[in-house]
């Protein structure tokens, strides 16, 4: 079994429950802020147009085709228009309370924390996260992570976005580590397992919700519990 000395996480959809958190912040403010009143009846019906306009703007505001406050902006004064509200005091509310709330989440996988105390004695642990340098800091301090990562790589600290193998290159550099002695453990294919293996590490599909994972990855888990067979510990 080929052994490790570091590992590197994603940190949404992957250890931080990105999708319970947000969703569960979102159906907060429908109830408070009246949105059924508003003109948004439904609060499922809005988070599913919320995930869909937000996956789009982030798209391209990774490739470089939008600044983060333009695409912050955006995000809910376009899931209001796909209602026909046209409310900008009440988009600009709604983006500040999400931005303010749901960092605070402290939602987490199942057996995440079990496993990284596990893991901690025994290797160099780090994030590289496609995201806000602030908002980032604020998921991982208040769901506990802050106490077992060495290194967390942000795409705004760095400037570009994962898959650019530049990100990774450089949270190697930071850790002290080699391609060679590092895994990468990402939900994302595009992202997380194209831009490790340009790097030249190795990497674990994290795919909790479908059947089948990377056919490329070096693993494959379906579990965190199933990371620990394949680092030896």
Do not use: C
């Not at 990468?184 to 909790?208: E, N, T, W």
């Amino acid at each position: 079994m080929k052994r490790y000395a570091h590992l590197f996480f994603d940190l949404d959809h992957t250890l931080w429950d990105f999708r319970t958190n947000s969703r569960a912040v979102l159906r907060e403010l429908h109830a408070e802020l009246g949105l059924a009143a508003a003109g948004v009846p439904d609060a499922r019906e809005m988070i599913g147009a919320y995930e869909e306009i937000n996956a789009g703007l982030w798209k391209r505001m990774e490739n470089g085709h939008m600044d983060k406050d333009v695409m912050r902006v955006l995000r809910f004064r376009n899931t209001l228009l796909r209602f026909g509200v046209k409310n900008e005091r009440l988009a600009r509310i709604l983006g500040d309370e999400y931005l303010d709330r749901t960092p605070r989440m402290n939602g987490l996988f199942p057996g995440t924390l079990e496993m990284l105390h596990e893991l901690r004695p025994h290797f160099g642990l780090h994030i590289i996260t496609n995201g806000f340098e602030a908002t980032q800091a604020t998921k991982i301090r208040h769901s506990g992570l802050h106490v077992f990562f060495d290194q967390v790589i942000t795409s705004e600290s760095v400037g570009t976005a994962k898959p650019d193998p530049r990100i990774f290159q450089k949270a190697l550099k930071l850790a002290g580590a080699n391609a060679a002695e590092s895994l990468m453990i990402g939900d994302s294919i595009s992202a997380d397992m194209a831009g490790a293996r340009a790097a030249g590490m190795d990497q674990v599909h994290f795919h909790p919700e479908e059947e089948d994972g990377d056919p490329l990855a070096t693993y494959r888990i379906r579990g965190m519990g199933a990371l620990r067979a394949i680092v030896g510990e």
